[in-house]
């Protein structure tokens, strides 16, 4: 999979820009601010049709505009494809794929495979199982739409449990047979997201602990751990057991909506004992196996966004992920820095000749 030319009017703090990419390494170049991550997310954008960093679209028009348009002419399976992302303000946002806009945008989802490792990604680390539980739905759910929606289903089915808990509550009832219609609800989708999330992991776990292995240059160990209410009993008899429990509470407290990854470094939480060059190769690792993961699934290789990757990271460090894309047969790389000799010193031992693109040129230039 290659993205080929890029064309960008509008986005964020980004004018109008137009870009041609090698098919191996391209590199955006600039200080803080120039918009480098805008142009990384706007390839984002045209993969998920949101943008990664702000997922409400109004925000991401540029300021004084009232649209904004990203045009991506892409190579996948050997085929082309034009994909084109329109939003006006007050209006639907528009998904075309060759010519054609989609009914739905989310039959979308799933053409441009593409993975991204950013310095937004540390929420992974040091914010609530939300962001993990988020990260295994994302992974799994861009292979599996099937099991995406079970977790939609899933959500919605919560939220109506947790309103009929409430309405017991202050109106002092309980009726048990409407509750146990949620439970069987909530059983029957959520049993087989936590088969689907176990078996996932076992799979993609060992996966990562080789990435930050080769990162590392072994000298650390790392292990994730998949903690679920359901680890320890049925679905069945964990909502019975927690009853009372959710009466009082007016809320669901077990389930596989409370499921957690437990990430550590020598045995200890990496959120408290890890470095800032750990907890970053932590995620580097872990966006490598979903790399991998994808690359299995699909049959070809997802784009790869790097944005400032190697800030925070000692160069043996800089040197092991720079050999692993090299070795891994990686696709299509796009890079973000604000030194251009740290990137350029960082690619040297590469057999591919990358494509650099200093934002402050092209803007002088016009």
Do not use: W
Not at 52 to 79: A, H, L, M
Not at 300 to 326: A, C, G, H, T, Y
């Amino acid at each position: 999979m290659f993205l080929n030319s890029l064309k960008i009017d509008n986005y964020k703090n980004l004018d109008k820009l137009k870009f041609n990419f090698n098919k191996k390494i391209n590199c955006f170049i600039g200080k803080n601010g120039i918009g480098k991550t805008n142009i990384i997310d706007s390839i984002y954008h045209l993969a998920f049709t949101k943008s990664y960093f702000n997922p409400s679209t109004s925000q991401n028009v540029k300021i004084g505009e009232d649209f904004f348009s990203i045009n991506g002419n892409f190579e996948i399976n050997n085929r082309d494809e034009k994909v084109h992302c329109y939003y006006k303000s007050g209006d639907k946002k528009i998904i075309k794929k060759n010519g054609k806009q989609y009914k739905r945008i989310s039959d979308h989802i799933g053409l441009i495979n593409l993975i991204i490792i950013s310095p937004h990604d540390r929420n992974l680390i040091t914010e609530g199982s939300e962001m993990r539980r988020k990260f295994i739905d994302s992974v799994i759910g861009q292979v599996d739409k099937i099991y995406l929606q079970k977790v939609i289903d899933y959500g919605k089915v919560i939220i109506q449990r947790n309103s009929l808990l409430k309405y017991f509550f202050i109106n002092r009832k309980f009726d048990k047979d409407t509750l146990d219609t949620y439970n069987q609800q909530l059983i029957t989708l959520g049993t087989p997201i936590f088969k689907e999330r176990n078996n996932f992991l076992k799979t993609f776990i060992p996966i990562f602990k080789n990435y930050y292995s080769e990162i590392s240059s072994g000298n650390e160990f790392v292990d994730i751990t998949y903690k679920s209410d359901l680890n320890s009993g049925s679905f069945s008899e964990i909502l019975q057991d927690s009853e009372s429990k959710d009466r009082f509470l007016q809320y669901t407290s077990k389930g596989i909506h409370k499921d957690d990854l437990n990430f550590t470094i020598e045995n200890n939480k990496i959120k408290n004992f890890g470095s800032q060059g750990q907890q970053k190769s932590f995620l580097i690792a872990l966006k490598l196996a979903q790399f991998d993961y994808y690359k299995t699934e699909f049959g070809n290789s997802p784009l790869v966004l790097l944005d400032d990757i190697f800030d925070k990271l000692d160069q043996e460090r800089v040197r092991q992920i720079v050999q692993i894309l090299e070795n891994k047969d990686f696709g299509q790389i796009f890079i973000t820095d604000t030194h251009i000799d740290r990137v350029k010193d960082a690619l040297s031992g590469l057999k591919n000749k990358e494509e650099i693109f200093d934002l402050q040129e092209i803007y002088s230039n016009g």
